[in-house]
């Protein structure tokens, strides 16, 4: 029996994109001189995805990667965190969920203050 799977796909998540880059440099290295098409015969590595934390953000508010903040790289299709994102990102929540917005702002206001609710 043949386990060999057809194709295989990588997902680094939020710290996890640092090792998932680590080990595609050192498939490249291992490869080094071979054609793509040999390389694609051996690992069989059809995808490499690279997700931020802010994901979550899409999975909950539905909001695409310019409205959460995020910044795309000229030529790649690589959304980066700007400087700002924090703010970018709490004003597009704020516009699509005032309720959490206001209910946050409440919040922050109590436990500045060191009293509790």
Do not use: C
């Not at 994109?17 to 680590?22: A, D, F, Q």
């Not at 051996?42 to 690279?50: E, G, T």
């Not at 309720?99 to 702002?105: I, P, Q, S, T, V």
Request: charged residues 25%; negative net charge.
């Amino acid at each position: 029996m043949d386990s060999k799977p057809d194709m295989s796909h990588v997902i680094g998540y939020s710290n996890g994109t640092r090792l998932v880059l680590r080990a595609i440099e050192q498939l490249a290295l291992i490869h080094e001189g071979e054609s793509a098409d040999e390389i694609w015969e051996k690992l069989r590595l059809r995808n490499v995805i690279l997700v931020g934390s802010d994901l979550l953000m899409t999975m909950y508010y539905g909001l695409t990667p310019e409205q959460r903040g995020l910044v795309e790289q000229q030529d790649l299709p690589i959304f980066t965190f700007p400087s700002d994102y924090i703010s970018r990102l709490w004003n597009a929540i704020e516009t699509v969920d005032p309720n959490f917005a206001e209910d946050y702002r409440q919040y922050k206001a109590v436990h500045a203050a060191g009293s509790k609710p």
